[in-house]
Nanobody, 120 residues
Framework: QVQLVESGGGLVQAGGSLRLSCVAS????????MAWFRQAPGKEREFVAH????????YVVDSVSGRFAISRDNVKNTVYLQMNSLKPEDTAVYYC?????????????WGQGTQVTVSS
C-alpha cells in the first residue's frame, strides 16, 4: 500500500511559479512510476506528467511542455512538479499518482489533491 500526500498549491498570478510536492509512504518508492494529473472545474481529470522509478525518464504533455518539469528524490520519497509561466488555464486541483513502474495498467494510488489557482 502506498499513501500519497501533496502540498505546495496556492494562489499565484499569471506568469508566476509554484512547486508541488508529493510525499509517498513505503520503502520501495523507487519501484513506482509517479505521475501528476489535474482536474479543472467542470472538466475531466487529465494527465500532466510522469517519471519512471529511477528518475531517468520523464514525460510531460504538450500543453505544459517547456513550462512544467517533473522530478523525484528517491531518498526523500518525494516527487515534484515545478510549474513556471503559469496561466489561468492551469487552474485545477493537482493530484499525485503512483503505480508499479512496469505495470501497464492505470494508476493505483492517488493523493487527495492540492488546489492551484492562477489569477489573470
Amino acid at each position: 500500500q502506498v499513501q500519497l500526500v501533496e502540498s505546495g498549491g496556492g494562489l499565484v498570478q499569471a506568469g508566476g511559479s509554484l512547486r508541488l510536492s508529493c510525499v509517498a509512504s513505503g520503502r520501495t518508492f523507487s519501484g513506482y512510476r509517479m505521475a501528476w494529473f489535474r482536474q479543472a472545474p467542470g472538466k475531466e481529470r487529465e494527465f500532466v506528467a510522469h517519471i519512471r522509478g529511477s528518475g531517468e525518464s520523464t514525460y510531460v504533455v504538450d500543453s505544459v511542455s517547456g513550462r512544467f518539469a517533473i522530478s523525484r528524490d528517491n531518498v526523500k520519497n518525494t516527487v515534484y512538479l515545478q510549474m513556471n509561466s503559469l496561466k489561468p488555464e492551469d487552474t485545477a486541483v493537482y493530484y499525485c499518482a503512483a503505480k508499479v513502474d512496469n505495470y501497464v495498467g492505470s494508476y493505483d494510488y492517488w493523493g487527495q489533491g492540492t488546489q492551484v489557482t492562477v489569477s489573470s
